[in-house]
């Protein structure tokens, strides 16, 4: 970012000089410029915000100085100053791309406020769209233009009609393409998902996380992927990631809720959410209220009214599994004929068929899961223990090895992994997975397992060495 930041510094500076070369009279404007930028990149805001100003004195007006000002009061986290200067600076130059898509992005991050509640939320989509289309106009490739417009088309719930030429246009942008901002892969990402397509989705943030590694926004969205997929597991861990303070994202908050949920830990999620009030956060809280009912009399009654209800029949199909294993698994198989393009009912299927002890249904099912998600951790896992139980050790360990490579489950994974090396005489790699699993877990979640390595290793650790 700094070194776009330079770059543009340096066209300003030419534009400037070009426009106020020195003619030995008056002050020198384009030198006042040069010495504003030099604050600007060394990051001092408030001091090049102070020079530009002073720049404004002798040459009202100047929309490279309105932008300056209006860029360095973004870094400073203040919106309505930034909006300020970027109106003054178009109302200089009106066919100026760049204040035109500051402005228009900054629109659009007041339109997604607005939007959670606010009145006049219609006026700022309709000028954040206005303002954009000029300036894509202006330059057909803008990519922070389309980038902020593509934005503005998801979080409004444009229709799939209105959003696959954007699509289309941002894949023209980027495929094949280098220096590509983190940004655009993920509002791709965003209309991908919005599209169903989960395979792309997930794709273009992993782009994104590849230029970007820490970008808190590409992760929380790759965990909503994730989930949308059924994969918990993994949703979990990119969870665990990015969870530091939570107060102030709603976004990681509403990401945090549904890996809850996802977790059978609705009570929490409900309390989670009862600090956010947006629009967003209601529908969650609704589509809870379902997911965490354990009235099933209830559930089944709506049901009648409702029989292809997907979010009924799959909540139903998880509340059944331990009572009344069969009945879940005819409910999770409805839930998947009534919703098939959501894995997440397969995926629920094939843990009911565990919970019924069909272990052999179940390694069948969550096989035919990973042809279509080969990197799905949730159904490694269920295949894995599918397997486990079948004591079918050799291929239990190479899904449980799998988990391992990929950070998944950890540390669990790691026990596993030792029992089932334990079970087929490998023995040195046992203690070695063994121990990690030990270092790696927590005392009080995981005190039944403590208990077992403990007991269980010095016998290893014998049998490893006589092995040698």
């Not at 000028?127 to 980038?147: F, G, R, S, T």
């Amino acid at each position: 970012m700094r070194a776009i930041l330079g770059i543009l510094l340096l066209i300003f500076t030419a534009s400037v000089s070009a426009a106020f070369a020195q003619t030995g009279d008056g002050p020198d404007i384009a030198g006042m410029f040069r010495a504003a930028q030099d604050v600007h990149e060394k990051g001092d805001y408030e001091k090049a915000i102070e020079l530009y100003k002073k720049i404004l004195e002798e040459a009202p007006g100047l929309p490279e100085a309105e932008y300056q000002i209006g860029s360095a009061y973004l870094s400073l986290k203040k919106p309505v100053e930034a909006e300020e200067a970027f109106r003054r600076a178009i109302e200089s130059r009106p066919d100026w791309s760049l204040p035109l898509t500051a402005l228009g992005d900054l629109l659009v991050r007041k339109y997604k406020t607005a939007s959670a509640g606010g009145t006049d939320a219609k006026a700022i989509e309709a000028e954040a769209e206005d303002v954009l289309n000029k300036a894509i106009k202006l330059d057909a490739d803008n990519i922070p233009a389309w980038v902020a417009f593509a934005d503005l088309r998801v979080s409004s719930g444009a229709s799939a009609e209105t959003v696959r030429p954007i699509l289309a246009k941002l894949r023209e942008l980027s495929d094949g393409k280098s220096n590509i901002p983190a940004s655009l892969w993920v509002v791709r990402s965003m209309i991908e998902r919005s599209l169903n397509d989960g395979v792309a989705a997930k794709a273009s943030l992993k782009r994104a996380l590849s230029i970007a590694p820490d970008d808190r926004g590409a992760l929380i969205l790759l965990g909503e992927t994730e989930l949308k997929s059924g994969d918990v597991t993994a949703a979990s861990e990119i969870l665990r990631r990015v969870e530091t303070d939570v107060s102030s994202d709603p976004a990681l908050l509403l990401f945090k809720a549904r890996v809850l949920s996802a977790q059978g830990k609705p009570e929490e999620a409900f309390k989670l959410l009862s600090s956010v009030k947006t629009s967003e956060a209601q529908k969650l809280l609704d589509s809870l209220r379902v997911a965490s009912s354990e009235d099933a009399p209830d559930l089944e009654r709506r049901l009648k009214d409702d029989p292809k209800n997907a979010a009924i029949l799959g909540r139903l199909c998880v509340i059944n599994r331990i009572s009344a294993p069969e009945k879940a698994l005819e409910y999770c198989r409805r839930a998947s004929e009534a919703d098939p393009e959501n894995i997440a009912h397969a995926i629920g299927y094939s843990g009911a068929l565990i919970q019924a002890k069909q272990y052999s249904q179940a390694a069948t099912l969550a096989k035919k899961l990973l042809e279509f998600a080969p990197d799905n951790a949730t159904v490694r896992t269920n295949l894995a223990l599918a397997y486990f139980e079948l004591k079918a050790y050799a291929p239990a360990r190479e899904q449980y090895q799998w988990l391992v490579d990929h950070k998944q489950g950890l540390p669990v994974a790691y026990y596993f992994v030792a029992i089932t090396q334990d079970h087929l005489g490998d023995y040195r790699n046992a203690v070695a997975n063994y121990q990690l699993f030990l270092r790696n877990a927590d005392p009080a979640k995981h005190k039944l397992q403590i208990d077992q390595v403990t007991l269980r290793l010095p016998a290893v650790e014998k049998l490893a060495r006589d092995s040698k």
